[in-house]
């Protein structure tokens, strides 16, 4: 079994509680939450349509999608409300001195 490679995605202050921010992490891009102090990271594309979640609205653990108001639980990419039904990936986080490190495949 390989360790994750872990990679810069964010500072932790650039992602203030409740707020998303759209990050590039080995050419992929991530969606990077800060729920009341935890990050999560998620796939930043909408599986019901071409839209950046980063973008959406959060309330709580979910972020609604800009495009037709679906929702996805931030801490695992499960799609929690039609028209999404589609879970997309969710990403390992760490963080250290400060920064936001996301482990993409690839």
Same mark, same amino acid.
């Given at each position: $079994? +390989?360790? $994750?490679?872990?990679? @810069?995605?964010? /500072?932790?202050? #650039? ?6 921010? &759209?990050? =590039?992490? !080995? ?6 939450? /800060? ?6 990271? =998620?796939?930043? &594309?909408?599986? @019901? *349509? ?7 609205? $959060? ?6 999608? %800009?495009?037709?108001?679906? !929702?996805?639980?931030? +801490?695992?990419?499960?799609? +929690?409300?039609? %028209?999404?039904?589609? #879970? =997309?990936?969710?990403? %390992?986080?760490? =963080?250290?001195? *400060? &920064?936001?490190?996301?482990?993409? %495949?690839?």
């Amino acid at each position: $079994m +390989t360790e $994750m490679d872990f990679e @810069h995605a964010a /500072n932790a202050a #650039d992602v203030e509680p409740g707020q998303g921010l &759209r990050c =590039i992490v !080995r050419g992929h891009a991530v969606a990077l939450f /800060n729920v009341d102090g935890q990050f999560h990271a =998620i796939d930043d &594309r909408c599986s @019901h *349509g071409d839209a950046s979640l980063a973008d959406g609205w $959060m309330e709580g653990c979910e972020i609604e999608c %800009p495009l037709h108001q679906g !929702r996805f639980d931030v +801490t695992s990419g499960k799609a +929690t409300a039609a %028209p999404c039904v589609e #879970d =997309i990936a969710s990403y %390992p986080i760490r =963080i250290e001195d *400060g &920064r936001v490190l996301v482990a993409v %495949p690839g």
